[in-house]
Each structure stands twice: as structure tokens, then as C-alpha cells.
Nanobody
Framework: QVQLVESGGGLVQPGGSLRLSCSVS????????MGWFRQAPGNQREAVAT???????NYADSVKGRFTISRDSAKNTVYLQMNSLKPEDTAVYYC?????????????WGQGTQVSVSS
């Protein structure tokens, strides 16, 4: 019953900005880690940014200084602010969460949202 619901993807010109959001739907006890991964055709899925329960962020080198990850614990939502977008940022972006219930800890994935950066 737990789902990760993504929004915010779309088409933007180089240098533009997008803000992705991912909200947890369903009952959970707590969040261990949430973040964003991306995958372009022919490439492996790579971690873009993660944030843990202590609000400590980690970023891929390719996005440092351009992307910012944050979370709203009251809303069980994680955000990815993407600035100065480049064509190489084009990919399907997947929300990720390692979430706890009383008896389970599981990895969850969103369905993916397309981000396209093109002139």
C-alpha cells in the first residue's frame, strides 16, 4: 500500500530550473533515507542525491553546486531543486526511499518522471 508519488518533471531549456517532489503515500513508521536516482538510455541507474534522517545530504559530483535536496518530515516529502540544468541531466528520475514500518524495512521506488533538457 505504500507508494512514492513523484511530480515536477518536464521539458526545460539549458540553464533552466525544475523542482521535483516525492511524497510517501500510505502508512509508514519512519524514513531511513530518501533520494533521487536517474537513468538515461544505455546507462546504469546512478544516485543523484540522498538525504538521511539527520538531514545530511549527499550529492553526485556531477550535480554538486547545482542541485539541492531537502525534506519535509511532517509531510513525508522529499524535494530536489535543480538549477543550471544541462543536456546531460536528461534522464528518467526515480524517487527512492528506504522506509520502516513496525516489522519491515524496505526499499521503495517511484514510477519515474522524465526530465528533458534541450534547446
Amino acid at each position: 500500500q505504500v507508494q512514492l508519488v513523484e511530480s515536477g518533471g518536464g521539458l526545460v531549456q539549458p540553464g533552466g530550473s525544475l523542482r521535483l517532489s516525492c511524497s510517501v503515500s500510505g502508512s509508514i513508521f519512519s524514513i531511513n533515507v530518501m533520494g533521487w536516482f536517474r537513468q538515461a538510455p544505455g546507462n546504469q541507474r546512478e544516485a543523484v542525491a540522498t538525504i538521511d534522517s539527520q538531514d545530511i545530504p549527499n550529492y553526485a559530483d556531477s550535480v554538486k553546486g547545482r542541485f539541492t535536496i531537502s525534506r519535509d518530515s511532517a509531510k513525508n516529502t522529499v524535494y530536489l531543486q535543480m538549477n543550471s540544468l544541462k543536456p546531460e541531466d536528461t534522464a528518467v528520475y526515480y524517487c527512492y526511499g528506504n522506509l520502516n514500518s513496525w516489522h519491515t524495512s524496505r526499499n521503495y521506488w517511484g514510477q519515474g518522471t522524465q526530465v528533458s533538457v534541450s534547446s
